[in-house]
């Protein structure tokens, strides 16, 4: 069902979606019109007014009450960072690790999800990596069968960004959660289209930046650390903001304040923070269930026409309870780069995408303002160019 059937109103919302077509929301998002707007009244204010004016502290605890809300958590286990790189390496380089001490993750992830966690070599951990059948396939039986004793951790992403393969974060959760390992997620390819639960999913720690689905501005996002886990992982940013500093004098020995704040160093990005909960409000009203509906309705859509055109499809089977809005496809006739500068000359904006074999690839990812019209005249374009 088209959840904005008044082009007029989907115009308005989504600027973009007035001349172009944009299925990149797995990359970097246009901003819709109501975050936008949030961000320049923010600016606009600041010109008049100092950037941290009165009710600024009011509305960056509303944003963290709409982002604990929209993950199941409670509001002082968020802290509003980004990118989602920060969060995870605040998880990597917090955490007391000894030697032998084994982390588990998965090389084909995204590199901000791989490198924090390879680093920790040079503190003496084992870094063991998960080897699916498939491109981000990350199934709780491949889980359960890497694990062994000396796991201390297991890393992954939510969805695979590049075959957009979901995994089962509460079957993988409870799993960790029976044999005391700690599950650290980047949840940044389905935050704002499928819903999550990270207290039913039993995720300790989580980055997402709200750059991508969450329809967000660039370098703002939730990291959730469980409030159990406060001591056990320790700010490795330090400042006036997160350690207690009366009168904003320092002391002579580090205390942190009592809430997630405590991984936030010093002042914070407050446009963008604005901007994320504009997002939020609209992902309140639209509802997270109808919205990852729509996505997969997309998905259904499109994916037996790119097949009828020959095309080779990655990721799962689009009735999957792993798929996603992520669709990623080549053609053995003509080259991705090709096919790519085709709808980019139509203003079609998808992603390019390269598998570890070097082979190009298209990606789509649309959002649920898109239509079964933009992905019909997308199919044209393809058609056309082969």
């Known amino acids: 069902m088209n959840l904005f059937p008044d082009e007029g109103q989907r115009h308005a919302l989504f600027p973009v979606s007035r001349d172009q077509v944009f299925f990149a929301h797995a990359g970097?998002?246009?901003?819709?019109?109501?975050?936008a707007d949030a961000v320049c009244t923010y600016t606009q204010l600041s010109a008049k007014n100092p950037q941290e004016f009165g009710d600024v502290l009011r509305q960056i605890k509303e944003t963290r009450q709409a982002c604990a809300q929209f993950i199941g958590a409670q509001p002082d286990e968020i802290a509003l960072l980004g990118p989602t790189s920060l969060g995870l390496s605040l998880f990597a380089n917090g955490l007391d690790w000894q030697p032998g001490d084994e982390v588990l993750c998965y090389h084909g992830d995204y590199p901000a999800n791989v490198y924090p966690w390879i680093d920790l070599r040079?503190?003496?951990?084992?870094?063991?990596?998960?080897?699916?059948?498939?491109?981000?396939?990350?199934?709780?039986?491949?889980?359960?069968?890497?694990?062994?004793?000396?796991?201390?951790?297991?890393?992954?992403?939510?969805?695979?960004?590049?075959?957009?393969?979901?995994?089962?974060?509460?079957?993988?959760?409870?799993?960790?959660?029976?044999?005391?390992?700690?599950?650290?997620?980047?949840?940044?390819?389905?935050?704002?289209?499928?819903?999550?639960?990270?207290?039913?999913?039993?995720?300790?720690?989580?980055?997402?930046?709200?750059?991508?689905?969450?329809?967000?501005?660039?370098?703002i996002g939730i990291v959730y650390v469980r409030k159990s886990h406060f001591e056990q992982l320790r700010p490795?940013?330090?400042?006036?903001?997160?350690?207690?500093?009366?009168?904003?004098?320092?002391?002579?020995?580090?205390r942190f304040v009592?809430?997630?704040?405590?991984?936030?160093?010093?002042?914070?990005?407050?446009?963008?923070?604005?901007?994320?909960?504009?997002?939020?409000?609209?992902?309140?009203?639209?509802?997270?269930?109808?919205i990852a509906a729509r996505l997969l309705e997309l998905k259904a859509h499109l994916v037996?026409?790119?097949?009828?055109?020959?095309?080779?499809?990655?990721?799962?089977?689009?009735?999957?309870?792993a798929a996603s809005s992520i669709t990623t496809f080549r053609h053995e006739r003509a080259s991705s780069a090709t096919l790519f500068a085709a709808l980019e000359k139509?203003?079609?904006?998808?992603?390019?995408?390269?598998?570890?074999?070097?082979?190009?690839?298209?990606?789509?990812?649309?959002?649920?303002?898109?239509?079964?019209a933009e992905l019909d005249r997308a199919i044209e374009v393809l058609h056309a160019a082969l």
Not at 28 to 35: D, G, H, R
Request: proline share 7%; hydrophobic share 45%.
């Open 304 to 321: 037996p026409q790119l097949k009828d055109l020959g095309f080779h499809l990655l990721g799962p089977d689009i009735h999957s309870p």
């Open 236 to 254: 490795t940013l330090l400042g006036a903001w997160n350690v207690v500093s009366p009168n904003f004098n320092a002391l002579d020995e580090i």
């Open 122 to 219: 040079r503190r003496g951990v084992i870094v063991r990596y998960l080897e699916p059948a498939a491109p981000g396939e990350i199934t709780p039986e491949l889980v359960a069968a890497a694990l062994t004793p000396k796991t201390k951790l297991v890393a992954l992403a939510s969805a695979h960004f590049f075959t957009g393969y979901r995994i089962d974060v509460e079957a993988i959760g409870a799993l960790l959660h029976t044999r005391g390992i700690l599950f650290s997620l980047d949840a940044i390819q389905t935050l704002g289209a499928f819903p999550l639960d990270v207290e039913k999913a039993h995720v300790d720690f989580l980055s997402a930046d709200a750059h991508k689905w969450m329809l967000g501005p660039l370098a």
């Open 28 to 35: 970097v998002t246009a901003l819709p019109q109501f975050v």
């Open 346 to 372: 139509a203003k079609i904006i998808a992603s390019l995408r390269h598998d570890r074999a070097g082979r190009d690839y298209l990606r789509f990812s649309p959002h649920c303002y898109n239509t079964e």
């Open 258 to 290: 009592p809430t997630a704040q405590r991984y936030e160093p010093g002042v914070l990005n407050i446009a963008g923070i604005l901007g994320m909960r504009a997002a939020l409000d609209f992902f309140h009203a639209q509802g997270l269930d109808t």
